[in-house]
């Protein structure tokens, strides 16, 4: 099995930087992905292939990545900031891909 | 604008099988894989199965590998997730989404199955 780990909670005051991570074995050699759900709804790609940012995501979104470690970065962070963070990644097992999500990190923002 | 709809879910008894449906709209279906990912209530996100867009590919998590199996009709745009054998912990939230930059995006709103006596 392949696991992917995220701190459980994250707290930042409105306007400061958030960072969010994710660690994992494969992400040296395997793209990470983040997902922002607030609550109720279904989730939303905010991060694709480590760095880059899809179409309608708010330019104080953005991504890293050193090593075995991932990391999301809010600059800026907002209250409606506020949801559940996850990251995603994959990693092979002989001819068999593994496809993870991260536990998830709670943002608060207040 | 991509539109998935999901229906199918509601309560089971332990050990019975249940379909999920996925029907899509606003995007060329054929040429995208879809995958299913759950979310027990209260819990983190759990990728369940994917399919490629011809068919050809077919990968499932540990948790449900020989009781779930994916399906696609790419005549009517829909895609399937057929669930035997069903246990406690099978309940959750199920999404279905495209497969946008090698991950799961976007994401219909779900459909709720509860699998209990």
């Known amino acids: 099995s392949y696991e992917l780990t995220q701190p459980p909670s994250v707290s930042v005051s409105p306007g400061q930087t958030a960072r969010i991570t994710c660690s994992g074995d494969?992400?040296?050699?395997?793209?990470a992905y983040w997902y922002q759900q607030k609550s109720g709804q279904a989730p939303v790609l905010v991060i694709y292939?480590?760095?880059k940012r899809p179409s309608g995501i708010p330019e104080r979104f953005s991504a890293s990545i050193s090593g075995t470690m991932a990391t999301l970065t809010i600059s800026g962070a907002q209250v409606e900031d506020e949801a559940d963070y996850y990251c995603y990644s994959t990693d092979n097992s002989g001819n068999h891909t593994l496809r993870v999500f991260g536990g998830g990190t709670k943002l608060t923002v207040l | 604008q991509v539109q998935l709809v999901e229906s199918g879910g509601g309560v089971v008894q332990p050990g019975r099988s249940l379909r999920l449906s996925c029907a899509a709209s606003?995007?060329?279906?054929?040429?995208?894989?879809m995958h299913w990912v759950r979310q027990a209530p209260g819990k983190g996100l759990e990728w369940v199965a994917v399919v490629s867009s011809d068919v050809s590919n077919k990968n499932y998590a540990d948790s449900v590998k020989g009781r779930f199996t994916i399906s696609r009709d790419n005549s009517n745009n829909t895609v399937y997730l057929q669930m035997n054998s069903l246990r406690a912990e099978d309940t959750a939230v199920y999404y279905c989404?495209?497969?946008?930059?090698?991950?799961?995006?976007?994401w219909g709103q779900g459909t709720l199955v509860t699998v209990s006596s």
């Open positions: 606003g995007f060329t279906f054929r040429i995208y894989g």
């Open positions: 989404a495209r497969d946008r930059f090698g991950a799961p995006a976007p």
């Open positions: 292939e480590d760095i």
């Open positions: 494969a992400l040296p050699k395997r793209y």
